[in-house]
Antibody
Framework: QLHLQESGPGLVKPSETLSLTCSVS??????????WAWIRQSPGKGLEWIGS???????YFNPSLKNRLAISVDTSKNRFSLKLNSMTAADTAVYYC??????????????WGQGTLVTVSS | DIVMTQTPLSSPVTLGQPASISCRSS???????????LSWLQQRPGQPIRLLIY???NRFSGVPDRFSGSGAGTEFTLKISRVEAEDVGVYYC?????????FGQGTKVEIK
């Protein structure tokens, strides 16, 4: 069974950069049929797709966040990471990582992490 | 962005009775390849979000057959044939036809 686990700071100061990592176990991140995604959930905006990365490093981002966003993958450690800069209170949310099945026959988020709460406050 | 609108936002149901959730998209979800990338997700308290249905009506591995999905174009429905206690939670529709991927606002299913 695939398992994803987010890790990172629970508290970030305004204007700082958020760094989160998603560790994947029970399966390789090095699979052509999958991308690896970040999604967040806040009371005000609900679920919001942030961006995704394929194992080969190609990325695609939500246009609303792309100027502040970087996503990277480390296949040797079977994990991928998110960096979101210029954090504001509006970025306070639960951040999830998920596997994105990119097969044209499916195209969905099939496995999710538990989520990690990130609060932006001084 | 494609806006996904779910109704109702809350659905109190009696155990053993059916439940139905609607999801409407602001644009057709038919992809240029002919597929429709509408999926349904379940969020139960304390549990990771779980994929129930993908591409309108395909149940994901391990999902009980009391869950079914239907619809086409811009109108979609998730049905639970007989609600069980473990079905309590929030249900989301999601589209992956057009970037950026977007989600419905969620429907809370609770027991009466």
């Amino acid at each position: 069974q695939l398992h994803l686990q987010e890790s990172g700071p629970g508290l970030v100061k305004p204007s700082e950069t958020l760094s989160l990592t998603c560790s994947v176990s029970g399966g390789s991140i090095n699979r052509r049929s999958y991308s690896w995604a970040w999604i967040r959930q806040s009371p005000g905006k609900g679920l919001e797709w942030i961006g995704s990365i394929h194992y080969n490093g190609s990325t695609y981002f939500n246009p609303s966040l792309k100027n502040r966003l970087a996503i990277s993958v480390d296949t040797s450690k079977n994990r991928f990471s998110l960096k979101l800069n210029s954090m504001t209170a509006a970025d306070t949310a639960v951040y999830y990582c998920a596997r994105e099945d990119v097969d044209p026959a499916t195209l969905c988020f099939d496995y999710w992490g538990q989520g990690t709460l990130v609060t932006v406050s001084s | 962005d494609i806006v996904m609108t779910q109704t109702p936002l809350s659905s109190p149901v009696t155990l053993g009775q059916p439940a139905s959730i609607s999801c409407r998209s602001s644009q057709s979800l038919v992809h240029s390849n002919g597929n429709t990338y509408l999926s349904w997700l379940q969020q139960r308290p304390g549990q990771p979000i779980r994929l129930l249905i993908y591409r309108i009506s395909n149940r994901f591995s391990g999902v009980p057959d009391r869950f079914s999905g239907s619809g086409a174009g811009t109108e979609f429905t998730l049905k639970i044939s007989r609600v069980e206690a473990e079905d309590v939670g929030v249900y989301y529709c999601m589209q992956a036809t057009q970037f950026p991927w977007t989600f419905g606002q969620g429907t809370k299913v609770e027991i009466k």
